[in-house]
């Protein structure tokens, strides 16, 4: 073997860079390669099922039904069973699990059978995809999903079970202990948080430490109210908000929810993230991405789109530490707007989407006034609207010259 290899910090930079299947076929070169492609062939799993399929041969029988493998033990298990399952799920930082009828009869068939360790002691983060109604999930069978190890949950809520997640996250909140949770994130539908705005509000209140949020369920007003009845995210660092349902206006007074953000990103109609900015402490702000839904707009109340607009830009010039402003505006946005954010002196990347240009003036003359404006920027972009067939071929913003 030649020298090279015997670097281990090289050997795991190149398995870094290597598909999954891959790394799996370098593994059964050599034990030193074995010992560095397990972190990347078992780090990340995309179903339970891929770590249940490790107890013996003898013990189980799998069949594979519309992609899906049905699970059944054929005899009890004795911890020396578990022998494999334990090589390897110690690898494990990452999981999916997909919690329906059919799946949670066979992961309760372990329940039984479990060894006194834990089955995934170095689990870091755990993505529960919630695709059906019946089945029974007990809060022991929660707990093999979710050790205390736990820094991040998603939760993905695939069809219309909204009450099913509800109770997933009342146990989050009451009966699991999740001492290192530092991130959470909750995907449904436009309609869910009807159902599952309480529950959620009681998660968060009840890891008052975490650091990172995601909510992408409901209208404004129902994510509006989840975080009013919250209270102070006195921890909270990096915020993503998403609705796509037009957004009435929501009666609450804005308070400061969120003294200590650094990073947010809000997609919805101007009204609801005006709302959010409302809600943020200025001091510690560095990213700021906003995509602007023009839906419930025209061109008879384009001027009130405009208001709104002009409302967002004004509470961003509050963030006098801003470095990143991403804005894309589904309706024509004219680039005077910006002066609003002129206090953000500090600011660094620019990217305006939707941008209303001046046909007279030239590009080297628009970057110009904008390094004027911004002595630290470096890279800008500055577009017209794009529709949906464009959005994929737009480019990354382009770096920025002095003169």
Not at 49 to 72: H, I, N, R, V, W
Not at 100 to 123: I, M, V
Not at 133 to 144: H, M, N, Q, R, W
Not at 211 to 223: E, K, L
Request: glycine share 4%; hydrophobic share 40%; aromatic share 8%.
């Amino acid at each position: 073997m030649h020298p090279i290899w015997k670097i281990p910090e090289l050997v795991k930079l190149i398995f870094d860079f290597l598909p999954i299947s891959d790394a799996a076929v370098m593994a059964s070169v050599c034990r030193t390669f074995w010992w560095v492609a397990m972190p990347n062939v078992w780090g990340n799993i995309d179903t339970f099922y891929k770590l249940m399929q490790l107890l013996p041969e003898d013990a189980l029988s799998t069949t594979y039904d519309d992609g899906t493998p049905p699970f059944s033990l054929k005899r009890d298990l004795r911890d020396s069973d578990w022998a494999r399952f334990f090589t390897l799920s110690n690898y494990t930082k990452r999981l999916c699990v997909i919690l329906s009828g059919e799946t949670l009869k066979d992961y309760l068939q372990l329940l039984p059978h479990l060894p006194s360790r834990p089955l995934l002691p170095n689990l870091e983060s755990t993505e529960l995809e919630i695709s059906g109604t019946s089945g029974l999930l007990t809060v022991e069978l929660a707990a093999l999903f979710l050790p205390c190890t736990i820094s991040e949950v998603r939760i993905q809520v695939m069809r219309s079970v909204d009450w099913f997640a509800a109770r997933v996250m009342q146990m989050l909140a009451e009966d699991i202990q999740l001492p290192h949770l530092k991130s959470f994130s909750i995907q449904g539908s436009d309609a869910g948080a009807y159902h599952l705005k309480e529950s959620i509000s009681q998660l968060l209140r009840a890891h008052e430490g975490l650091q990172a949020v995601n909510i992408d369920v409901g209208s404004g007003p129902q994510i509006l109210e989840i975080l009013h009845s919250t209270g102070q995210f006195l921890h909270l660092r990096h915020l993503s908000l998403r609705t796509t349902r037009i957004y009435n206006q929501f009666e609450q007074a804005p308070r400061l929810l969120f003294p200590q953000l650094e990073t947010l990103k809000v997609e919805g109609p101007p009204s609801f993230i005006h709302a959010v900015l409302d809600c943020v402490g200025e001091g510690n702000m560095r990213s700021v991405e906003l995509i602007v839904d023009e839906n419930g707009f025209d061109e008879e109340n384009e001027a009130e789109y405009t208001v709104f607009l002009t409302s967002c830009l004004l509470s961003i010039g509050r963030f006098i530490f801003l470095k990143t402003l991403d804005l894309q505006s589904g309706m024509p946005a004219s680039i005077k707007l910006l002066d609003h954010v002129m206090t953000c002196e500090k600011l660094e990347t620019l990217r305006l989407v939707g941008a209303d240009l001046d046909l007279q003036e030239t590009e080297e003359s628009r970057h110009q006034r904008m390094i004027m404006a911004w002595p630290l920027l470096t890279t800008l972009q500055l577009a017209p609207a794009i529709t949906d067939e464009e959005s994929s071929s737009v480019g990354s913003p382009s770096p920025l010259t002095e003169a």
